[in-house]
């Protein structure tokens, strides 16, 4: 079945450092990818998405860059601030594929510290 | 509505008793998802509608929960018989149909005593 791999976090970070945040997943057909987050006491919202493969999805200077090679979807930023400092979701979506949902990675919680 | 909305915010209840949280998604949305996020823990999908149907209640942990939704919109997620390990944070979201992303809602965090 499908499924998506993340790096377990915490994440722990100084504001202005760089940032990677990784992603594997595994599905059956062509997938949509997502990265979602989760600010503290918010519920989640999307960040950014791509939705074949060399995609690359960007937003608040976030970037991911969807390889099917590597089956990833590995989450960067070039300069941290202490506002990123939230809960970031991967996720797919498989329209092709036998799972008419969205699968959500585990979850990495991110620190950023002044 | 401008986007999804839960009610209610925060429930706290007395083992045994049983809980309805409700969901109101986008207008316009067919899909309408349920996920559970305990502490620390990541989402746990419960249950899925397609217009009123549930294509997929695989992720339900126990006969105790059901769910329901009505005309298209509002869902209902009922909890029988709460335990104090049913405790976390329960959240809806909406999608069109197919899936392109889902809209969340801020969800109802549910405490069993």
């Known amino acids: 079945g499908n499924s998506v791999t993340q790096m377990e976090g915490p994440v722990t970070l100084s504001e202005e450092a760089f940032l990677t945040i990784n992603c594997t997943y595994t599905?059956?057909?062509?997938?949509?990818l997502f990265w979602y987050v989760q600010y503290p006491g918010e519920g989640l919202q999307l960040l950014l998405k791509?939705?074949?493969?060399?995609d690359k999805g960007s937003n608040k200077g976030f970037e991911a860059t969807y390889r099917k090679e590597t089956t990833s979807f590995h989450l960067e930023k070039g300069s941290v601030q202490v506002s990123d400092s939230a809960v970031y979701f991967c996720a797919l979506s498989d329209q092709d594929g036998r799972d008419d949902k969205i699968i959500f990675g585990k979850g990495t919680r991110l620190h950023i510290l002044p | 509505g401008a986007g999804v909305s839960q009610s209610p915010s925060n429930k706290v209840t007395e083992k045994g008793k049983d809980v309805e949280l409700r969901c109101d998604p986008i207008?316009?949305?067919?899909?309408l998802y349920w996920y559970r996020q305990s502490l620390g823990q990541g989402l746990e999908f419960l249950i899925y509608f397609q217009g009123n149907s549930a294509p997929d209640k695989s992720g339900l942990p126990s006969d105790r929960f059901s769910a329901e939704r009505t005309g298209g919109s509002v869902s209902t997620l009922t909890i029988q018989r709460t335990q104090q390990e049913d405790s976390a944070v329960y959240l809806c979201?909406?999608?069109?149909?197919?899936?392109?992303?889902?809209?969340f809602g801020p969800g109802t965090r549910l405490t069993v005593l």
């Open positions: 979201a909406s999608s069109l149909w197919p899936p392109p992303e889902q809209f």
């Open positions: 207008s316009g949305h067919t899909a």
């Open positions: 791509a939705t074949k493969a060399d």
């Open positions: 599905a059956t057909g062509y997938p949509s």
